[in-house]
């Protein structure tokens, strides 16, 4: 059996009355998070741990911001996409531990959805799903809610 190691991050600039979708789910908040598609800041950066193990570059490669094809899209629709191109070359995951880090909202109440909402989109168990959440005790553009920032690592395996 093969394994393999992937490490995401993705980082968002927080707007004023813009939609905050995060693990596919839409946050009630004054602000939201600003990108190409629909900026799901968790949802990145697992589609580029999961492109990174399996040797496949990165989001921006195959989901290019200046494309209009991705222009408002479901980051679900990214991860299945990236599912599938990791599939394509014998891949399977075993799991995904990912971290949010942002002062608002409060994620912990969100998290058993977003979970259920990344396992029906790559077809695995919830309980191979890890989401966490901290804040940045108020320093820096996360502490003054201007952004917003995901780290992900996968494990996959082969054969």
């Known amino acids: 059996m093969r394994i ?6 993705d980082v968002h600039q927080l707007k004023d009355n813009h939609p905050f979708i995060v693990g596919g789910v839409n946050l009630e ?23 990174g193990a399996a040797n496949l570059r990165d989001i921006g490669f195959h989901f ?3 494309d209009p094809q991705w222009k408002g899209i479901s980051s ?8 599938r191109l990791i599939r394509e ?6 799991n995904i531990d990912a971290m949010l880090c942002l002062e608002a909202p409060k994620i912990n109440p969100h998290i058993p959805k977003m979970q259920q909402n990344i396992a029906e989109a790559i077809a695995i168990s919830i309980d191979d799903i890890s989401i966490k ?5 108020q320093m820096g553009f996360i502490g003054r809610e201007e952004g917003v920032v995901a780290y992900a690592v ?6």
């Open 4 to 9: 393999k190691v992937g490490f995401g991050f």
């Open 29 to 51: 908040h004054q602000k939201g998070a600003y990108g190409h598609s629909d900026a799901d800041v968790l949802l990145h950066a697992i589609c580029d741990a999961l492109l």
């Open 64 to 66: 290019k911001n200046t």
């Open 76 to 83: 679900i629709i990214l991860l299945k996409e990236t599912m």
């Open 89 to 94: 070359k014998g891949w399977e995951i075993n």
């Open 133 to 137: 959440a901290t804040t940045n005790e």
């Open 154 to 159: 996968c494990l996959i395996q082969k054969g």
